[in-house]
């Protein structure tokens, strides 16, 4: 109930190109649906969120598509660079606890 | 100013150690957090302080202590380690909303915590 799947778990792109990672969830309750960046070595950092009555959030090349009734949602990276390289990390809560997929390593190639 | 603070930035120890980590912020949040990151993975909750109260325990083995000295601070405090705690400790930090609600957590860079 508590879970959230992230797919895929690796994703290889060329420069330019769109990155898209995909998350579904189960537990109805969640109410806010935050992505993290993440750099090795570093700590996740809030790249972009949206609450379930927003259908789509734009900020930069960075979009969140959210489907409340498939329990979806997605990011879209647009003209990917590498310095996009890193681990993202969707995540979902419910007010008490923030429940994060399991990361997708990114490679942008030059 | 979204930033939170860890101390140390590595940390290596052994078995029979005492060790703290300390984190701060300075964004009034009145949320604070400790999770656990190994490698390829995402990070693990372990506990959660509201209002300077210990309100979640993730189930952490008592080798683990934590403490809120105050609404800006965080501390960790590391005992009799295993091997297997190494991991990256990561704290977040952010704001509580009336009932309870949670907004963004602000994560630091972490401390890498090897134990020998």
């Known amino acids: 109930q508590q879970q959230v799947k992230q797919s895929p778990q690796s994703l290889i792109v060329q420069k330019g190109g769109i990155s898209i990672i995909n998350c579904a969830y189960e537990n109805t309750a969640f109410d806010y649906f935050p992505w993290y960046q993440q750099f090795p070595g570093k700590g996740p950092a809030l790249l972009i969120a949206?609450?379930?009555?927003?259908s789509e959030k734009k900020e930069g090349r960075f979009t969140i598509s959210f489907n409340k009734s498939a329990k979806q949602f997605s990011l879209h990276i647009m003209d990917s660079q590498p310095g996009d390289s890193a681990t993202y990390f969707c995540?979902?809560?419910?007010?008490?606890?923030?429940?994060f997929g399991e990361g997708t390593q990114l490679t942008v190639n030059p | 100013d979204t930033e939170v603070t860890q101390t140390p930035k590595h940390l290596v120890m052994g078995m029979t150690n005492k060790k703290s980590l300390k984190c701060e912020q300075h964004m009034g949040h009145r949320a604070m957090y400790w999770y656990k990151q190994k490698a390829k993975k995402p990070p693990e909750l372990m506990f959660v302080?509201?209002?300077?109260?210990?309100?979640i325990n993730e189930s952490v083995p008592s080798r683990f202590s934590p403490e809120c000295p105050n609404s800006s601070l965080l501390n960790l405090h590391l005992h009799a380690l295993q091997p297997e705690d190494s991991a990256l400790y990561l704290c977040a930090s952010s704001r509580l909303q009336v009932g309870g609600i949670r907004e963004t957590q602000y994560f630091g860079p972490g401390t890498r915590l090897l134990v020998l």
């Open positions: 995540a979902a809560s419910s007010g008490s606890r923030l429940t």
């Open positions: 949206i609450r379930p009555d927003v």
């Open positions: 302080y509201s209002y300077e109260k210990l309100s």
